[in-house]
Structures are given as C-alpha cells and as structure tokens.
C-alpha cells in the first residue's frame, strides 16, 4: 500500500511538471490601425505570462513571453501604409522564453498591454506622440480582463478593423541583418511639417465657413439697389424743396393782396374828402 501511494503521488508530480514545463504556442500575429494608437495582437494556444513591454528606441519596442515557442518565421516584414503601421516583428529566442522585438513607423510612443481569453491573447497599444514625454514612456500593463471588464478592444472590434492577419512578406535568418538596416523613423521637424498643414487647411476652411464670397449677381443687385435707392432720396429732397417754395409764394401773394386792399382803400377815402372840399368850396364861391 505504502509503495502503491508512493507510485502515485510520483505520477501526480511529474504529470505536474509536465503540466508546468508545457511551453505557450505562439500561432499568429496580427497588426492593426486605430484612431490614435496602432495594435498588435499575440495570439497563442494556450495561456502565456509576459513582461512589462520595454521602449528600446525611437519607434522600437520589445515584449518578452514567459515560457514560451513559436513556429513563425524569425523576422516577418510588412508593408507600412496608411493602414499599416508596423514595419516588422522579430523573434527572439532567450532559453524558454520569446523576446518579440516590434518596429513602428512613428518614433514617439507610449505603450499599453493586457491580455484577453477564448482565443489566450496578449494585446500590445502603441499610441503615437509628436514629440517625447520625459516622465511617462509606457503605460502599466493591465491583467487579464475578464467578461465584465470590456478591455478597449473586445473581439467583435478585433474581427472588424484590427487585424491585417497576412503580413507581406517573411524574412529567412539569413536576411535579418540586412532588413534591419532600414529608413530612420521620421524626424520632429519632419512630422511637425506634415501637422502644420493639416492645421492651415483647417484654418482656411474654417475661414471660408465664416466669410463665403459673394457671387457676382448678388453684387450687381446690391449696386443696382443702391442707385435706386439715391434715386428715390433725390426725388425726396426736390419735393421737400417745392413744398417750402410753394409755401413761402402763397404768403407773399397774400400780403400782396393786403397792401393792394389797403391802398384801394385809402384812395377811396382821399376822392371821398375831394369831393367833400369841392362842394365847400362851391358854397362859397364869391363869383
């Protein structure tokens, strides 16, 4: 009985170390374009344990994965566009672990990783920078999410825009030194140049919005307008004119009327007082 318990309390432990000796497969990497942040997705078999990311450069990282394997080829290179942001991903075997060493297209970043379940994934944030922060160069890396948690990118998102799963093309052992060789990532002046004039269309466009020019008919109604309307207060002001003249004739002809009523009068009354000298003096003719 004793010897039996021993048996299997050996099996236990060495089906255990199998267990735990077992290393993590890695089977596909996957690139992606986001708003701000470009993706790459480590998917493996089963469940993997990973370092910290490590920021090794300008536009170079490097993720390490514990106790695992891959059948990828050494370097894959991709073709950088619009959509694609990920020059390439190189494998690095350290003893059991897989050192991923992963080159951007833009130098300036910050880095954010967690892992995601059913299919075991590590998931790596890269969100691009203008220029470099002194205090933070990578965020922590979050545990594994659950259900509830709803991580940044939940699968239904990864099937729709992450993931460009067929790189362009792979790179023998024999190649690296001569693949990674490659352009220096862009300058600050250089992506300064390429902000400044996203910001002057803006601003131009901005600009248009708030003044639109004026059509050469809508000018031509404006002038047009314009000359009837002085038309019509010059007419205002000879009329205004004519009124005042008219009045002022019509006083003078009325006081004229009053002085000629006036003398009419008194010549009147001086034939009146000849007449009554004459007849006096006819009483008295001595003739």
């Avoid at 790596?124 to 509830?148: F, R």
């Avoid at 940044?152 to 790189?167: G, M, R, V, Y």
């Avoid at 790179?171 to 690296?176: D, I, K, T, Y």
């Avoid at 008919?217 to 009124?243: P, S």
Wanted: charged share 25%; glycine share 2%.
């Amino acid at each position: 009985m004793k010897l039996r318990r021993i048996l299997i309390i050996a099996a236990a432990f060495l089906l255990l170390q199998f267990d735990w000796a077992a290393a993590a497969n890695l089977s596909k990497v996957r690139t992606g374009k986001h708003e701000n942040f470009a993706r790459i997705v480590f998917e493996f078999q089963s469940a993997v344990q990973f370092k910290k990311p490590e920021i090794k450069g300008k536009g170079k990282f490097s993720l390490v994965f514990l106790n695992s394997t891959t059948n990828l080829p050494h370097l894959t290179a991709y073709k950088t566009g619009k959509t694609q942001l990920v020059r390439s991903v190189e494998f690095i075997r350290q003893k059991s672990n897989l050192t991923a060493v992963v080159s951007l297209t833009f130098p300036y970043f910050i880095l954010k990783s967690y892992t995601l379940s059913a299919p075991d994934r590590v998931v790596a944030d890269a969100y691009w920078m203008s220029s470099p922060t002194e205090n933070s160069e990578q965020k922590e890396s979050l545990p594994k999410a659950s259900v509830t948690e709803s991580p940044p990118s939940p699968d239904k998102k990864e099937a729709n825009d992450i993931l460009q799963s067929t790189p362009e093309k792979t790179v023998p052992e024999s190649a690296v030194k001569l693949l990674t060789a490659k352009k220096p990532p862009l300058s600050e002046s250089q992506t300064s140049q390429n902000i400044l004039p996203q910001k002057t269309s803006n601003q131009i466009s901005e600009e248009k919005k708030m003044s639109p020019p004026l059509s050469k008919g809508h000018t031509t109604a404006q002038t047009y307008l314009l000359a009837i309307l002085d038309v019509i207060a010059g007419c205002i002001v000879v009329l205004l004119i004519l009124t005042l003249f008219k009045k002022k004739q019509t006083i003078n002809i009325a006081h004229l009327c009053e002085i000629l009523d006036f003398i009419k009068a008194s010549d009147k009354r001086i034939s009146d007082i000849d007449t009554e000298i004459q007849s006096e003096f006819e009483k008295y003719d001595l003739s």
